[in-house]
């Protein structure tokens, strides 16, 4: 028995050197991955659930980390949110998605809003909004074309700071949307203290849509909280016809998901953005 519980603390003991030690790769590698260009952007559609019609794109971070491919940011978001190296990342994604949007509408093809993902980290440093003006200023993107998207458990994480800046985002004529709509534990009142204009359903009501009565109810309890507070729904990891014949009938006007497009390189969205001129 003695034996073996050593045993088990050397396996154990190395299994943790082995994890501090791919923690520690990854930091290091992560430190240099800015300055390195290493960061790209994907681009998912989001389509009006009557005609498919492109009506924006959410911009998706990813990792081209040199021998590892490309990360999906799951895998090391949390650890820039962490080291805060969140803030100059977040910012490079506003500069690259604004940049992104002047070189579509200098190929011709009709501009959409582009909604950016904002973590909690990004709002108590106080460069945020003046890094969003500078953006728009430098590159000539209208207020309009810029939307972020926020998670509710980030809104509620440092109330007086966070509604200030929202409302001077708002002000600047930039939408907001909650993310992950349902999925947070926070009250609902923030939807009347926050500028919020739009509500992105999480796919986790969405994914069993046609069996469970229950995604039903709520899917139709948060259209009606969102018709008479007067926002805009998008639902969320929409992957099959039938979910979608089903989002229509309960009234939800946008949807995102593989049944209309992954997340995909900006070369990839000309011909969706060609197939579906916005408008
Ligand atoms: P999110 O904001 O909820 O983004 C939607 C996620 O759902 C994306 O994962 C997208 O690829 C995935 N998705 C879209 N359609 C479908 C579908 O039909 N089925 C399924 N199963 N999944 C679908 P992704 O790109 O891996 O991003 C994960 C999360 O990382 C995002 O979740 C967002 O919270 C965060 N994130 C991504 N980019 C950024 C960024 O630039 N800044 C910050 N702060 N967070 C980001
Ligand atoms: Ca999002
Ligand atoms: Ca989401
Ligand atoms: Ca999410």
Not at 38 to 66: C, H, N, S
Not at 69 to 91: K, R, T
Not at 167 to 184: C, H, N, P, V, Y
């Amino acid at each position: 028995a003695k034996a073996s519980g050593r045993n088990n603390y050397q396996f154990f003991a190395e299994r943790m050197n082995v994890a501090a030690a791919r923690r520690f790769e990854l930091e290091t590698s992560l430190r240099g991955a800015l300055e390195r260009e290493e960061f790209t952007l994907f681009y998912q559609p989001i389509v009006a659930t009557r005609d498919g019609k492109v009506e924006g794109m959410e911009v998706l971070l990813r990792w081209r980390r040199p021998d590892h491919g490309l990360v999906a940011p799951d895998d090391f978001i949390p650890m820039l949110e962490e080291n805060g190296l969140i803030v100059p990342v977040g910012e490079w994604v506003i500069r690259a998605a604004c940049e992104q949007a002047v070189a579509w509408r200098r190929a011709g093809l009709a501009p959409v809003p582009l909604a950016v993902n904002l973590s909690a980290r990004q709002f108590m440093h106080r460069g945020l909004v003046p890094a969003i003006r500078r953006t728009l200023e430098d590159t000539g993107i209208e207020a309009a074309m810029l939307e972020f998207e926020i998670t509710e458990t980030a809104l509620m994480q440092h109330g007086r700071q966070t509604l200030e800046t929202l409302e001077q985002i708002s002000a600047m004529g930039i939408r907001l949307s909650i993310d992950d709509f349902g999925t947070g534990y926070s009250s609902l009142a923030y939807l009347k203290r926050f500028p919020v204009h739009k509500i992105k359903i999480d796919r986790a009501f969405v994914r069993d849509l046609e069996t469970s009565g229950e995604d039903r109810a709520i899917v139709a309890a948060i259209m009606a909280l969102a018709g008479s507070l007067q926002l805009s729904v998008v639902a969320e990891g929409v992957e099959t016809g039938a979910q979608l014949a089903l989002l229509r009938e309960h009234g939800c006007d946008l949807a995102q998901g593989y049944l209309f497009a992954r997340p995909a390189d900006a070369a990839e969205m000309p011909p969706l953005l060609r197939t579906y001129p916005s408008r």
